[in-house]
């Protein structure tokens, strides 16, 4: 198994101020280099918190089965976007931000939650963004402390900061009869104006470079299409969240034409998903359509991992690398790669202006 931190100059540096109890001459240790990544959002970049929450969290095999070869929460058979960018960017996993004991937070934190939306009202029980920015807070007051407010302030504003939100927000409201299209239409300023709004907190604080994935295929996943028995995309839940899309990149283009120094990488990981599902063998899979693990049509229920008494709910494959979908609504480690490796240093049609490697390199 693969242990960056071992080798990370600043992970000595830090143990050895915390053994020795030295914390002044400490402060000024971080190498110039350093970056520091920070990740909000759903299921999609969730490294664990969910399992410090009552019980939400997918703490159970075979989540966990491929790479890590023990359930850590994530919603995946194994290594999800953010691992992958972390070990491009030679960081250790970021972890948690409600790990216990997690208390060095000068690498990054994770704050994404399974089932998190953007709006409280979506998934009451988990860390909606704001929330997740109420903690942000907490590791900025930390921060300061530990280092200084100039060095701080020097952290937040080289870190990387990436969203992958709104997918939950739209999911929630797709069998909703009120869903018309004005109500759609005020739905979307609010969630685009929260998001907006903790972008705005976090350029308060130095932040200046955003990576953002759009959000995904939800009309494709195998969770909706068992829901309405469709063997292709559906039409409803795919109209907004493209609609969301189109409006995310000109919000953002805003933003980088109203704040100085914000620069930002918007992944279009709603195309890149929708590809590999309809064609998955041009992209190295055997299956796109179905889940690896699940029950019922495609796969899709939400049943990986459940048991009903002793008898399994749920059927698992062989080999999850064959599968875009690990679940109903996740894709496996080997999509999460193909993606990672995208948002890292992908053609400019999927990614842009920036990429995430740039924003890691850029000082
Ligand atoms: C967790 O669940 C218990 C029992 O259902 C409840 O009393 C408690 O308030 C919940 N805690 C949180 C943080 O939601
Ligand atoms: C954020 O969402 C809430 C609903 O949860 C809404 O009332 C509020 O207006 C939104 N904020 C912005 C700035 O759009
Ligand atoms: C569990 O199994 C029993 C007996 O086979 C069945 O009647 C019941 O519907 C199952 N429950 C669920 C939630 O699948």
Redesign the pocket.
């Known amino acids: 198994m693969l242990h960056v931190d071992s080798f990370s100059p600043l992970f000595l540096t830090l143990s050895f101020c915390t053994i020795l109890l030295l914390p002044p001459s400490c402060r000024a240790e971080l190498p110039e280099n350093h970056v520091a990544f920070f990740i909000f959002g759903d299921s999609l970049l969730d490294a664990g918190n969910n399992i410090y929450l009552n019980g939400s969290g997918t703490n159970y095999l075979p989540y966990g089965e491929t790479f890590f070869k023990r359930p850590t929460g994530r919603v995946c058979d194994g290594r999800i976007v953010p691992d992958f960018i972390s070990e491009y960017a030679k960081l250790p996993y970021i972890k948690p931000y409600l790990e216990p004991r997690f208390t060095d937070h000068t690498n990054g934190v994770n704050f994404a939650s399974a089932g998190a939306g953007v709006l409280p009202e979506t998934h009451p029980g988990t860390l909606y963004l704001k929330l997740q920015l109420n903690y942000f807070e907490e590791v900025v007051k930390g921060l300061k402390q530990q280092l200084g407010d100039g060095d701080a302030r020097k952290l937040l504003s080289k870190a990387v900061y990436l969203f992958s939100i709104g997918g939950n927000d739209y999911n929630a409201i797709q069998n909703n009869p009120k869903a018309a299209a004005s109500f759609r239409k005020m739905y979307m300023t609010m969630v685009l104006g929260n998001i907006t709004a903790g972008i705005k907190q976090l350029y308060a604080h130095g932040g200046r470079k955003f990576a953002f994935q759009n959000v995904g295929p939800i009309g494709c996943m195998p969770g909706t299409r068992a829901s309405s028995g469709s063997e292709g995309c559906l039409h409803d839940p795919t109209v907004i969240t493209k609609m969301h899309n189109i409006a995310l990149s000109r919000v953002l283009k805003r933003m980088e034409q109203g704040l100085p120094g914000f620069k930002y990488a918007l992944f279009d990981y709603y195309t890149s998903l929708t590809m590999r599902t309809l064609y998955s063998s041009k992209f190295g899979f055997k299956v796109g359509m179905s889940a690896c693990c699940g029950s019922g049509p495609f796969n899709g229920q939400f049943?990986c991992g459940k048991k009903?008494?002793t008898?399994s709910?749920y059927t698992l494959c062989s080999d999850p690398s064959e599968y875009v979908w690990f679940d109903a609504a996740h894709p496996t480690e080997t999509a999460n790669r193909q993606l990672a490796s995208l948002l890292w240093d992908g053609p400019s049609h999927t990614v842009g202006p920036y990429n995430m490697k740039m924003l890691f390199e850029m000082s």
């Open positions: 049943t009903n008494g008898t709910s």
